[in-house]
Structure formats: C-alpha cells, structure tokens
C-alpha cells in the first residue's frame, strides 16, 4: 500500500559529505513523522534523526551539528544531509513513517519501513 524508497548512500571520504533521499509512494494523505536510523554491524539500531509534519526535529547526539533532516511535505520526501562524515557514520541507514495515514481513511495511521541504503565512510 505504501512503500518507501531510500537514495544517496554511497562511499565517501572522512570529512565528506552526503545526502540521502526517501520517497514515500502510495495513496497517502499525511505522514507524522519521517525518519532515519541507521545500524552497523554488531552494533544496535540508533536513530538518527526524524522531523514530524510541523517541523519539530529530533537528533542523535553523535550527529548534532553535523547532520540535518528536512522534509518536503507535499512530496512525502525526507532527506539527510550529512555533512563532516567521519568512519564511525559507515552503516545502513533506513528510512522511516510513522503515522502514515492514506486518502480515505484517518488517524493514526501505520508505519512503514525503507529497504535501507549503505554509507561508507573510509579513506
């Protein structure tokens, strides 16, 4: 019904920067909250940001300063820019939905998941 679609990851150099993209696709009327998290291997899944539809924005701490997410609404699209990549970002990175509401039904909606996109960060 809804999928989600993530871009941009790649291989980068130590000091880099990155942006990812992620398009939500389906019948949707509004998302709540779209997101990224990432995880790396033998490590725990982290968030790593995520911005709700009227624009409040939550951030990891490892990433404050560094990264910023931005929404665009009406294209059901989030974005991670990622600026000062340092090795310790190398992970797959997910996009998220939450509260994702579809045309003809209401609150509060269902979450849906990214395949995920690989960030390298190596010299």
């Known amino acids: 019904q809804v999928q989600l679609v993530e871009s941009g990851g790649g291989l980068v150099q130590p000091g880099g920067s990155l942006r990812l993209s992620c398009a939500a696709s389906?019948?949707?009327?509004?998302?709540?909250?779209m997101g990224w998290s990432r995880q790396a291997p033998g490590k725990q899944r982290e968030l790593v940001a995520a911005?709700?539809?009227?624009?409040?924005?939550n951030y990891a701490d490892s990433v404050k300063g560094r990264f910023t997410i931005s929404r665009d609404i009406a294209k059901h699209t989030v974005y991670l820019h990622m600026n000062t990549l340092k090795p310790e970002d190398t992970a797959v990175y997910s996009c998220?939905?939450?509260?994702?509401?579809?045309?003809?039904?209401?609150?509060?909606?269902?979450?849906?998941w990214g395949q995920g996109t690989q960030v390298t960060v190596s010299s």
């Open positions: 911005m709700t539809s009227g624009g409040s924005t």
């Open positions: 389906g019948s949707i009327f509004s998302i709540y909250v």
């Open positions: 998220n939905a939450a509260g994702t509401v579809v045309v003809g039904s209401g609150p509060p909606g269902d979450d849906y």
